[in-house]
């Protein structure tokens, strides 16, 4: 089978679980595969792995363009059962253990975390940061937009002061000179005449005369 023909069957598969609602185990109950072979179908690089008659179980349900809850698995075959673990009794030194690891639990030490638990962690770990990443990046990009309109606006101020300041400096310059022709302009006022030796002198004269 073809690297191309897998990948037609397993996006198919994907499609399938996703718009079913149904996990691993549900999924292998009704093809009637190991489930194990269901979570590799997922990811290529575990495709090697998969045995051909998983594959050939895959590619016949494919080809029936059906619900995978509506495979019929063929009359007579063996159904597929998830071997179980037998249960071993202890040794005398793993029951020490054992009575060690119940003590601590008594005394309050957390208990230890599985893998996919401290998969999970880790899982939220990693995309709590991105978030956080990305929050920061939004932030930093918002105050550089803020801090280049505040420069922007610092700059359009400063240029109406510029501006503002050439006209006073203009008016100014205005006023000086309109100022300055007014007064070179102006009317000189012309002293009066002084007629009072003028009629005293006069007045002498004709009483000198009259007296003659």
């Given at each position: 089978m073809t690297d191309q023909r897998k990948k037609e069957i397993a996006d198919h598969y994907m499609e399938a679980v996703?718009?079913?609602?149904?996990?691993?185990?549900?999924?292998?109950?009704?093809?009637?595969?190991?489930?194990?072979?269901?979570?590799?179908?997922?990811?290529?690089?575990?495709?090697?792995?998969?045995?051909?008659?998983?594959?050939?179980?895959?590619?016949?349900?494919?080809?029936?363009?059906?619900?995978?809850?509506?495979?019929?698995?063929?009359?007579?075959?063996?159904?597929?059962?998830k071997p179980e673990r037998k249960a071993s009794l202890p040794e005398e030194g793993e029951l020490i253990n054992v009575k060690a690891t119940s003590r601590e639990k008594k005394k309050g030490s957390?208990?230890?975390?599985?893998?996919?638990?401290k998969k999970a962690d880790k899982r939220k770990t990693v995309e709590l940061d991105a978030r956080l990443e990305d929050a920061i990046g939004i932030l930093h990009a918002r105050l550089e937009d803020a801090i280049g309109i505040l420069r922007?606006?610092?700059?359009?101020?400063?240029?109406r002061i510029e501006v503002l300041e050439d006209l006073v400096e203009k008016l100014n310059n205005k006023v000086s000179s309109l100022t300055a022709r007014?007064?070179?302009?102006?009317?000189?006022?012309?002293?009066?005449?002084n007629n009072k030796r003028k009629h005293s002198g006069i007045i002498f004269f004709q009483r000198n005369y009259y007296k003659s």
């Open positions: 996703n718009r079913e609602e149904l996990h691993t185990g549900e999924a292998g109950r009704y093809l009637n595969l190991n489930p194990c072979y269901l979570s590799m179908v997922k990811t290529p690089k575990h495709w090697s792995s998969m045995s051909q008659a998983a594959w050939d179980r895959l590619e016949e349900w494919h080809e029936t363009r059906d619900k995978i809850a509506a495979f019929v698995i063929p009359e007579g075959e063996e159904i597929f059962k957390p208990p230890p975390l599985d893998r996919k638990a922007g606006q610092i700059r359009v101020n400063d240029l007014l007064e070179t302009h102006s009317p000189v006022s012309a002293p009066k005449p």
